[in-house]
Each structure stands twice: as structure tokens, then as C-alpha cells.
């Protein structure tokens, strides 16, 4: 008997404790389930980091999911290509995300019409580097305001990108925030799922 309810144990909680810590939501998931900023958990990289290994901690492409909008790129929390032809971004959450909304904070203290017409991309493929997967928005207007907002439609994937494609030049922003739930919560949140 002791044998039988050993084995339960081992078999049950590992499976219990991982169900769990897939759990975004905050309070009860069967009835509230709110979007959130899923980059901050993510992980990044990017075609190439400007300043190579002496200055390139100052554009690690870590540097636009560090939850500092300061855009300074000065001030080590920006992201920064080499001059590379379809120069591109990529956060990878790990799994695939059901996502509502983009935010990008553009570098601030000089050249942000650099930004104009990169595209935000998200999916789950990483033909390409992951820039063949389908297109949330095109960004027209890099330099006013600052602080954009993309409307995602709920698009999923795993992979988010940013690029600039068919043209040679620098890329960096200074933050970037991704809403969604993951699409394995769809059981707990989808009839209730709120944005914020
Ligand atoms: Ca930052």
C-alpha cells in the first residue's frame, strides 16, 4: 500500500507543479485572465550587435526587454544593429502566445527615422530567422510619438520580430512590450479574456 501511494506521489505532484507554474493569470484563471507584458520572460537576439565585444553590452538585444524605456541609447538600454541589409530583432516567449498588442519605444536621442518601415512580425517558424512569418503592423512614423502601439489581433506565435526589410541600415529601439497569454491557458481564459 505504501509502495502504491509512493509512486502516486512521484507521478502526480512533478505533473500538478507543472501545471501550475504555466498559470499567467492572476487570481482565479476560470474567471479572469488579463493580457500582459509576456516579453519581460522572453529571450532576444538580433542579426548582429553594434560595438562588437568592447562597447556591445550597450546593444545587446536583451536591452529592449529589460522594462527600461529609456531612450537614451547613451544610457545602456537600447538595442542596436550593425548597418546590415534586412537588419531584424527576435524575441522568442518560448511558446506560442496569443498577442494583442506591440509596443515599441524608439531610440530617442538621435535617428529614429531609422526605424521607418520595419515591420513587426509574429510566429512560430524560424525559416528566415523567423522573418517569413506573418506581419502584425509596418511602422510608418518612427519618430513622433516616441512610444508606439501596435494592434496585434490576437495573432499567434512564438517568435516576435522586428526588421527591416530589403534595405541596408542601422536598427535599434529602446524597448519593446509584447501583450498576450500564452495559447496553452486557452482552456482557463478563453471565455473570459480581458485586455488591459
Ligand atoms: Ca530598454
Not at 562597447?55 to 531612450?71: C, E, F, L, Q, R
Not at 537588419?87 to 536621442?109: A, E, M, Q, Y
Not at 523567423?130 to 506565435?157: E, H, K, Y
Request: charged share 15%; glycine share 8%; net charge negative.
Amino acid at each position: 500500500m505504501f509502495f502504491l501511494l509512493a509512486i502516486s506521489f512521484l507521478l502526480i505532484v512533478p505533473y500538478g507543479a507543472s501545471q501550475g507554474s504555466y498559470s499567467y493569470c492572476e487570481g482565479d484563471c476560470k474567471t479572469s485572465c488579463q493580457y500582459e507584458n509576456v516579453a519581460l520572460r522572453g529571450r532576444a537576439t538580433q542579426s548582429s550587435v553594434f560595438g562588437n565585444t568592447k562597447y556591445g553590452y550597450v546593444s545587446w538585444p536583451i536591452n529592449a526587454i529589460d522594462g527600461n524605456p529609456d531612450a537614451d541609447y547613451y544610457h545602456g538600454s537600447c538595442t542596436h544593429t550593425n548597418n546590415d541589409m534586412s537588419p531584424w530583432w527576435r524575441l522568442d516567449l518560448l511558446r506560442n502566445h496569443r498577442i494583442s498588442k506591440v509596443i515599441i519605444t524608439n531610440r530617442g536621442d538621435c535617428c529614429g527615422e531609422r526605424l521607418n518601415g520595419g515591420e513587426i512580425l509574429i510566429g512560430s517558424s524560424l525559416a528566415n530567422n523567423g522573418n517569413n512569418n506573418p506581419r502584425c503592423a509596418q511602422i510608418t512614423n518612427s519618430v513622433v510619438p516616441l512610444t508606439q502601439s501596435f494592434d496585434c489581433d490576437n495573432l499567434v506565435g512564438r517568435y516576435v520580430n522586428i526588421v527591416i526589410p530589403g534595405r541596408q541600415d542601422f536598427l535599434h529601439f529602446c524597448e519593446v512590450a509584447v501583450y498576450g497569454v500564452p495559447t496553452h491557458d486557452d482552456n482557463f481564459c478563453e471565455s473570459s479574456v480581458t485586455t488591459q
